[in-house]
């Protein structure tokens, strides 16, 4: 199971951190990703990282804005989101997939096996 939480209102140029908790399965040999989705709007790829914690990969509209992170302790996948506008508004929801190499992320959200419920940001200008 994948919870995600951390959403809000937020003015644009500030930051929100997201929390993606997975429970009920083991936290080792997935890799996990996240996606948004504004009304009107296709999904988009945000980010992904590898269950080795080393790899990630990062959608073109948000490098360099938004880092995603690990923590295998808590069982829990951050982003980091900074330099927030307009644009970035949307449901966030993450995604897990198992795989066998440590450094496997993956963009493409058909790939991915389990889904949590998404949380809302909100950017205003």
């Known amino acids: 199971q994948l919870q995600a939480s951390g959403g809000g209102l937020v003015q644009a140029g500030g930051s929100l951190r997201l929390s993606c908790i997975i429970s009920g399965r083991p936290f080792s040999n997935y890799v996990v990703g996240w996606f948004r989705q504004a009304p009107g709007k296709e999904r988009e790829f945000v980010a992904s990282?590898?269950?080795?914690?080393?790899?990630?990969t990062y959608g073109d509209s948000v490098k360099g804005r938004f880092t995603i992170s690990r923590d295998s302790a808590k069982n829990t996948i951050y982003l980091q989101m900074n330099d927030l506008n307009n644009e970035d508004s949307a449901v966030y929801s993450c995604?897990?997939?198992?795989?066998?190499?440590?450094?496997?992320?993956?963009?493409?959200?058909?790939?991915?096996?389990?889904w949590g419920r998404g949380t809302q940001v909100t950017v205003s200008s």
């Open positions: 995604a897990a997939e198992e795989v066998t190499h440590p450094a496997t992320v993956r963009d493409e959200a058909y790939t991915y096996d389990y």
């Open positions: 990282i590898g269950w080795g914690g080393y790899s990630t």
